[in-house]
């Protein structure tokens, strides 16, 4: 499957003018992704877009996906405003209350799904849907071994006696243990998940429709997990035809409906931060950029320790002449122009903000760019942005269309952390 249409100089190219930090979403390299990804498991696997990974892509990926992964009120109505269809939408999330369900409810009746992963969310959706007449479809997760879902014993039970809940079409079941699993874990969670839908259906006579399974496929972020280009793709082709194989052996017939986020969304984005001050502590060469660990962040990246796929673009401004031309008179932190290792900190007031230690860099400079890649997933949503009450980043989206266009641009935050 190919990874991006761009690359990352282009991308600082094409931003050169703007303001700096921001996110780049390359669309043609996501729908490309996903459309490969559904030719290479075929038609009985729909796709699922867990909008947790990026909200700002899911009018992109309309038409593209099946159906969209919701988990709170607040990513609902993000996909209000952007006119996803309720049907579309697994409405999902270890915490649901009545009076947000009462609103899902009143407006949208029974379309769409809903999980369960509580007795209190059967509860909840069994008496709204009995006040309206409706009859819900339910998927009921099984946990994993931590707070998300129900024990298999619970699910048992619910299925056992689900004659008493008509208010609830129990369509399947719901699993999703975490991200950056390898084949053989995932063909034991398939063998896991096969072996309970074939007591249920054996036990109690339940034959499930939908099997929703967050798979949680791998991405590699760091130098040195990163193969060629070629190699990567053939690794990533021989687990997705591993994983088909072990999704033809199940006896489950019904439909496969894979809930993904990161491995869809990741390789699209690249975030671009500007240097903007250097300095030499105590033998240590820092660049400081004007974004930081509130806008980046890497699954498995260990104390800045890892270095992600980057790329430095040294550019030609007015500070770098100043400093040619004086650099008789005053020190140069890199006098012979070559390689030099610099931790990279961002522009918090904290220690721990840190993006990367000891990254080489060729003759770096004030105003030069740093473009990040693989950031598609979770960096957009997931830092402490309200932190300091620093802007907000631009947001970009490129196509070969429409070119580069800008969806948001910076954002401040400091009314938000004030009572003025």
Known sequence: M?????DAKTIAQITKNERTPLYVFDLDALRTRVRKLKEKLGARVEICYAMKANPFLIEPLQGYVDCFEVCS????HICERSGIPREKIVLSGVYKNVSDMESVLDRYGQDGIFTVESGE?????AEEGKKRNLTLRVLLR???????GMDP???????CQREAFPQLDFVGLQWYSGTQKKTKKLAGELEKLDSLLTELNEAYGYEAEILEYGP?????YFQNEILDHEEELQQEAEMLDAFSKSLDSMRFRGKIVLEMGRFLAAFCGYYVTRIVDQKRNLGQNYCIVDGGIHHLNYFGQMMAMKIPKFCHVRQETEYTKSRTEQSEKEPVLNERGGEEAWNICGSLCT???????????????IGDVLVFERTGAYSVTEGIYLFLSRDLPQIFFWSEENGLEQIRGALPTNEWNSVH
């Open 73 to 76: 009120p607040g990513e609902f």
């Open 351 to 365: 220690v721990s903000d840190v993006i990367v230690k000891q990254l080489p860099l060729v003759d770096a400079k």
């Open 121 to 125: 969310h059967l509860r909840i959706l």
């Open 153 to 159: 014993e619970v699910i048992r039970e619910i299925i």
């Open 142 to 148: 099984v946990t994993s071994g931590n707070q998300f």
């Open 2 to 6: 190919e990874q991006n249409n761009m």
């Open 216 to 220: 949680g496929f791998p991405v590699s």
